[in-house]
């Protein structure tokens, strides 16, 4: 029996005594349709989530955990297999931004070392470029618009997308202009510091960073033109089918054009492979996950921490305070 195998026997019995079914989550859920354009590649895999709490330190009285879900979407349809828990759960959707997320509050005598464990099958459809049609055509919402607290669109944003994109009126082609100005300003890299944080100041004078830093400045250059952006967070998985760990999140953006809808922009990947500059342009491949959306979260219920920066770790708070000691693990089998 595997480490997954063992973490789902030991907690699977609690989890069906929570009274929460698999079934009542997804009962009276409207599914989206897939859009499946011509050509495009699918991909079919089983995602497993691990979150292994710790034993809680000696005079603790409460441990919230929440785990961002995934949702079912025009690209990507996801069937929940199991989720195993010591303890009753709760699924509840941020009305902000869409994020569907799993709540757990351990107290008393189940305050001990446990894992949470989520396994996930996964649809993945490739999105392509297409200047009439989007896969997503959801209205954008207030805050699509607002400055994200890392993500102001301020002098520095702005005058790049200002110079990238100067008198264009044309969404589409404003976006392009911006997303290569992102490319020629940006290169993907984890040396030094104040990388990883999706913070606009550091991308525009350090000009380096990972995907949070690459898709924050495409943001805030978009809004400061009155284009409505997003920030989606989930997973890569390798190009090669098989199975295996994953190390890590993968994020990247998407902005509104009317009578189109929601374009996908991935400027990081385009980045480490060039020559798909064009392709990450208004395309996504089928091989990611997408679990959040937006940023400066308020989780349900609200956290007694500040707003997340963004969500795609498990986050915890120990007696209202706060708590990292909750680590996580990532599997993918494709089918």
Known sequence: MNML???????????CATGCSIGDWLRGDAE??????????????????VANVPKAPAGAQRLDVWLPLPTSTAAQRVTIEDVAATVPYAIATDPETGTRMIHLRFSDDALRETSIAMKLRVQSIERKRDDERSSFTDAPKPRD??????AP??????????????TTTDRLEAG??????VLDHMRYSKDGTGWGRGDVAHACSAGFG????FHALFIA???????????IMGFPLPETRGTGEVKGYHCWAEFYVDGVGWVPVDASEADKHPELADYYFGSLTADRVAFSRGRDLVLVPPQQGPPLNFFIYPYAELDGKPFDGVTRTFHYEDL
């Open 145 to 150: 618009l607002a400055p994200d607290a890392l």
């Open 176 to 181: 392009e202009k911006m997303y290569r100005a």
């Open 210 to 213: 990972n995907c949070t830093d």
């Open 32 to 49: 989206p349709e897939l859009v499946i354009k011509d050509g495009a590649t699918q991909r079919e895999f089983r995602f497993t989530y």
């Open 153 to 166: 669109w301020n002098a520095g944003p702005a005058a790049m997308a200002e110079k990238a994109a100067g």
């Open 221 to 231: 250059m978009a809004r400061s033109r009155g284009i409505p952006a997003r920030f």
């Open 5 to 15: 195998s063992r973490i789902f026997t030991a907690v699977a019995l609690a989890g």
